[in-house]
């Protein structure tokens, strides 16, 4: 561990056993140490696991409670050291010499070498990054654990700076202290339901303290790649190439707790949000333009524009006037802050759409630039008009989903002249929202509307009928984004496409847009459709069709990629799953979910911010160019039947285990399944319907239970039987050496695994009273285990991730520690607790404790 991260872990874990000890006593601390020191022993082999749980058992469950929240909040604390050591290394690599890898900088000097000036000028202009913000259940801290955790991390930023002196150290020392007592006073599980409005609020703390801040540095980083030394003094060179979409309360499907209403108070939000910031942002530059029209004269365009102003509104300009006399470019830029105000609160004066206040800016702009002063005009002005031209009025584009099911059945009804459901009425005034929606801020605040488990042309159709029958004033703006989330739906993408061309309504919106069609890929239903392989597979083979398609019709095609933070539902390193893409399927452009758990890892602080979205952005430079679609192109073509024996396999043995009879009963009683259910970690219910099957589990349970197992099977199971299918070693190794997508699939495999434990999923197993699957189970574990192993060339699991292997290896026995407590609780609840209060205190018990497993492990769903 480096030295610096291994300090700020010693220093949490020495204050929390102080708070440990200053709450319970010696006892309570003791308690805890034994705990610790019976899981490190049993890990390295230095003591059996009967001990570890035989004292978990030993305890009252308030006590094991007690002990379940110090390891809870020992892993809240781990992960904001490694956070803040993440953070102290990124910054160390910005101030060095060289640049960091994978970077914007790096890729652009890459092209420039391979294909020149002009390859980097087209793929630059057209380039578009566009994460999308879900309200997906996989963020189990309560926001108040999360902002006591960010205030912890501020003391110990105090703490890390050089420039503090004695007393400030010692200050912040006392403050860590106390953040960290409260910390461990805080209730760790939700006492109530989330609203939909509640998680609105929680991804605003994401914009608020980090993408508005760090968008106009992403862009100038690019802007200095591209201009050098005369980025600030020149025009941008940089186009504003992120653009932010929600769901969060916009998704509808299986969700009856998002309404049209919600809709509508979402963008609301939003918009008051974004619009606050652009004028704090406003007024701070305004303040700092004081250029006096001596030294800096306006240009005649924006005098004529300060005297419209002052007709327009007399008093303000005359206020601003006095403040800044014979400084117009000062005045003008805190006449934009007004207007934003104005705006914001719904007062006269008010800008109406956005263009209108990037335009007033791009004058200042000029102005500034004809009189001389180049860095005024292209500097903190710049930033300004960047941040307005990425987040409009609007923060994020808003995009309402629900299931092709729900469309079909509302269109029969209203069609019917009959009495309208709850639900279809529900449909029509959705649909009447998102009008009203672009009618306040504009087509794009909400004109996407995705159809889950699309399988024909007519759920698209279904949709623009619906859209038609809604509105007396005719149809909102809608581009309907089929997603196809199963195997043979992937597989018949394109013939849906095909068909849907023929419809007047996409005919119409395509010559409207300039032919430009966005199609979802959903990541995690499609692997617990059919396991992780094939999935990874059907995923590539959809990408490629899809791309080779819209060629042949001139379509420019975005794929949005529906991926979970999670391994078993497409998660992983992003940069990393571009590269890996089908060729000309990237093309400049690329959209994917960002959920839960994910959002505040990869956007909770500016610096982890920058890098993730810079590392992302460099990659989707990278994969549009000849150069990586050629070598893909060729890896595919070389290890095409090798990947296709492992896949066939790997499919055969995940859907004998799934399709085996009541494996949906075994699941649900060696996991805490059905517990999960009641954490209140988002608005969504677990089940788009009331059945018990798999068919209608949403897949974010489904691997939030299986990491809880720590079998992690979403994420693994059948690749051993499909590598042993093959069996030639050094033909899995040349397609693991040469083909990015085979390599990326086994690399997040091995990661899986890494966080898995056989022991503690054998025990979990026993609990189905089905020894035959537990035993296929920790078969096809020790078989994708092994296999692995031999591929990679490894003796044991992130061998040559050294950094990497050695984290998860010192946070696997405090995970083990968190799961025996679970499985203590798990094991009695099963089976059966007469007393409803100690009911109650066991299954409170199990939750803090897959609370705590979640943080140790760093993921949910």
């Known amino acids: ?14 204050l929390l056993g102080q708070v440990l000890r200053e709450y319970g006593g010696d006892e309570l601390l003791a308690d805890v140490e034994e705990l610790r020191h019976a899981v490190i022993a049993a890990r390295t082999g230095a003591g059996p696991s009967s001990e570890v749980v035989a004292l978990v058992r030993k305890w009252s469950v308030a006590r094991a409670e007690e002990v379940a929240r110090a390891f809870t909040v020992y892993f809240h604390l781990a992960n904001l050291a490694e956070e803040h050591h993440r953070v102290r290394v990124l910054r160390s690599r910005d101030s060095g010499a060289g640049r960091a890898g994978e970077s914007l900088a790096t890729s652009v000097a890459e092209v420039r070498r391979l294909h020149g000036d002009e390859r980097v000028t087209s793929l630059v202009a057209g380039l578009l990054l566009h994460p999308v913000l879900t309200a997906h259940p996989t963020e189990a801290r309560r926001r108040a654990v999360v902002t ?26 006392r403050r860590l202290l106390e953040e960290i007592d409260i910390l461990w006073r805080t209730a760790h599980l939700r006492a109530t339901a989330v609203d939909p409005l509640d998680e609105v609020r929680t991804t605003m ?14 862009y100038r980083g690019l802007d200095h790649v591209l201009l050098g030394p005369e980025s600030g003094n020149a025009p941008a060179a940089a186009p504003a190439f992120l653009r932010l979409g929600s769901w969060v309360g916009g998704d509808r499907d299986g969700n009856p707790t998002v309404t049209a209403q919600i809709t509508r108070a979402a963008l609301e939000i939003q918009s008051s949000h974004v619009l606050l910031a652009l004028e704090r942002a406003a007024t701070r530059i305004g303040r700092t333009l004081t250029a006096e029209a001596a030294t800096t004269p306006p240009s005649v365009e924006l005098s004529e524009a300060i005297e419209i102003a002052r007709h327009d509104h007399p008093q303000l300009l005359g206020e601003l006037s006095l403040r800044a006399p014979d400084e117009p470019h000062r005045v003008f830029v805190l006449y934009t802050a007004a207007r934003l105000r104005a705006r914001r609160l719904g007062e006269n004066g008010g800008y109406r759409r956005p263009d209108e206040l990037i335009a007033q800016l791009s004058l200042v702009q000029e102005s500034l630039a004809r009189a001389g002063a180049h860095r005024l005009a292209y500097g ?41 459901s709850p639900m279809t009425a529900e449909v029509l005034e959705t649909i009447r929202a998102i009008a009203w929606l672009q009618g306040e801020y504009g087509v794009d605040a909400c004109r996407r509307y995705v159809i889950s488990f699309t399988r024909s042309a007519r759920d698209i159709a279904t949709v623009y009928e619906l859209a038609s029958l809604a509105t007396a004033g005719g149809p909102p703006v809608l581009d309907v984004v089929p997603l196809f989330e199963t195997q043979d739906d992937l597989g018949h993408a394109v013939d849906i496409l095909e068909e849907a061309l023929e419809l007047p309504a996409v005919q119409a919106r395509l010559a409207a847009n300039g ?57 992983g390193p992003a940069n990393r799953a571009v590269l890996s893409q089908a060729p000309g399927s990237v093309d400049g452009r690329f959209k994917v979910t960002e959920q839960g758990e994910v ?52 499919r055969t043995t995940y859907k004998s285990l799934v399709e085996a009879e009541r ?21 969504r219910p677990s089940r788009r319907t009331a059945g018990s099957g798999l068919s209608d589990l949403r897949a974010i349970p489904w691997v939030f239970a299986w990491s809880q197992t720590r079998a992690t099977l979403p994420g693994w199971y059948g690749l051993g039987s499909g590598l042993e299918a093959v069996g030639d070693i050094e033909l899995l190794r040349a397609a693991y050496a040469e083909w990015p997508l085979f390599t990326t699939m ?59 292997g050695r984290a998860v290896e010192l946070r696997n026995p405090y995970v083990d520690a968190l799961s025996h407590l679970q499985l203590r609780a798990l094991e009695a609840l099963r089976a059966g607790i007469d007393d409803a209060d100690d009911r109650e205190r066991t299954q409170r018990l199990l939750l803090l404790a897959v609370n705590g497993v979640a943080a140790g492990l760093q993921n949910t769903g």
Request: aromatic share 6%; net charge negative.
């Open 1 to 14: 561990m480096p030295e610096l991260l291994r300090r700020d872990v010693r220093l949490l874990g020495e």
């Open 148 to 173: 006591a955790i960010s205030r912890a991390g501020a003391q110990l930023d105090r703490i890390d700076d050089p420039r503090a002196g004695v007393g400030e150290q010692t200050d912040a020392r």
């Open 205 to 218: 703390a994401v914009f608020d303290e980090t993408l508005f801040l760090v968008v106009p540095t992403l």
């Open 380 to 420: 903190e002005l710049q930033h300004l008009i960047w941040q307005a031209q990425t987040f409009g009025f609007h923060l994020a584009e808003l995009e309402v989903r629900q299931h092709s099911v729900v469309h079909a059945t509302a269109l029969a009804e209203a069609t019917s002249g009959g009495d309208l």
């Open 515 to 571: 032919r430009r069609l966005e199609v979802m890929l959903g990541y995690s239903d499609s692997a617990k459709d059919v396991g992780p392989v094939s999935a990874t597979l059907a995923l590539y083979d959809a990408q490629g069709a899809l791309a080779a398609w819209a060629k042949r019709h001139d379509i420019t095609l975005t794929l949005f990629h529906g991926r979970g933070g999670a391994l078993g539902r497409g998660g």
């Open 599 to 650: 959002i505040f890892a990869r956007y909770g602080h500016p610096v982890i911010a920058h890098r993730h979205l810079d590392q992302v952005a460099a990659a989707v430079v990278l994969a549009s160019t000849p150069a990586v679609e050629e070598r893909i192109a060729l890896a595919a073509a070389t290890h095409r039947s090798t990947f296709e024996q492992v896949s066939d396999a790997a």
């Open 663 to 683: 494996f949906a009963e075994f699941f649900a009683a060696v996991s805490p399944l059905a517990e999960i259910g009641t954490l209140r970690i988002g608005s």
């Open 746 to 804: 086994l690399d997040n495999v091995e990661m899986s695994l890494a966080k898995a434990d056989r022991d503690i999923a054998e025990r979990h197993l026993v609990l189905g009273g089905r020894p035959e699957l537990a035993a296929t189970i920790l078969a096809e574990f020790d078989r994708t285990t092994s296999w692995l192993l031999r591929v990679l060339g490894q003796e044991k699991l992130l061998e040559k991730h050294s950094v990497l």
